[in-house]
T-cell receptor, first 115, second 112 residues
Framework: GAVVSQHPSWVICKSGTSVKIECRSL??????MFWYRQFPKQSLMLMAT?????????EQGVEKDKFLINHASLTLSTLTVTSAHPEDSSFYIC???????????FGPGTRLTVT | GENVEQHPSTLSVQEGDSAVIKCTYS??????FPWYKQELGKGPQLIID?????GEKKDQRIAVTLNKTAKHFSLHITETQPEDSAVYFC???????????FGTGTSLTVIP
């Protein structure tokens, strides 16, 4: 199956700093990538939909100036958490569509801890 | 929009027994229903899926059934093993877009 990687797998940062998370489709081109946030023992919450070469579409309640998404190529999307605060600590997961819109492949996730 | 409900939230079974997880959806336009397994600290992995033109699909110990009229679909795991322990999510995708609507998850524990 298609492989999606995320980097880093975990990161600890101080409050006020920014953190960038990368999502890569390793063996296919992804026209669309999604970013999710997941709190412990909860479901995935869609944050934004990212299409290559265009601005991301954010879900209601997600601050676009805080969670910057860039989808610069068909294999890479990045999520930057700006001026991170402890409440931003969470598990962030990306996914990518291979071309057939039903086939969505998830990355392994990134655990962000803001101290 | 679509609303997906999933039950139960937790499920414990003895090794070798069967496990059933049920989901309901609200949007009759949904036509794709995948199931994901998520182990602790990892991303979800697709384990089986079904499209609206099929009533049942099986892959070894895992099967999914779909009732379009009642708008519900179920995951069946037979001969459960300890490595089946994980959180399982169902999802529904309307044919009008590509957004996945996830259920709230079921934490399955298989007791050896």
């Amino acid at each position: 199956g298609a492989v999606v990687s995320q980097h880093p797998s975990w990161v600890i940062c101080k409050s006020g700093t920014s953190v960038k998370i990368e999502c890569r489709s390793l063996d296919f081109q992804a026209t669309t990538m999604f970013w999710y946030r997941q709190f412990p023992k909860q479901s995935l919450m869609l944050m934004a939909t990212s299409n290559e070469g265009s601005k991301a579409t954010y879900e209601q309640g997600v601050e676009k100036d805080k969670f910057l998404i860039n989808h610069a190529s068909l294999t890479l999307s990045t999520l930057t958490v700006t001026s991170a605060h402890p409440e931003d600590s969470s598990f962030y997961i990306c996914s990518a569509i291979s071309g057939r819109r039903y086939e969505q492949y998830f990355g392994p996730g990134t655990r962000l801890t803001v101290t | 929009g679509e609303n997906v409900e999933q039950h139960p939230s937790t499920l414990s079974v003895q090794e070798g027994d069967s496990a059933v997880i049920k989901c309901t959806y609200s949007d009759s336009a949904s036509n794709y229903f995948p199931w994901y397994k998520q182990e602790l600290g990892k991303g979800p992995q697709l384990i089986i899926d079904i499209r609206s033109n099929v009533g049942e699909k099986k892959d070894q110990r895992i099967a999914v059934t779909l009732n379009k009229t009642a708008k519900h679909f179920s995951l069946h795991i037979t001969e459960t093993q300890p490595e089946d322990s994980a959180v399982y999510f169902c999802a529904a995708i309307p044919n009008t877009g590509n957004q996945f609507y996830f259920g709230t998850g079921t934490s399955l524990t298989v007791i050896p």
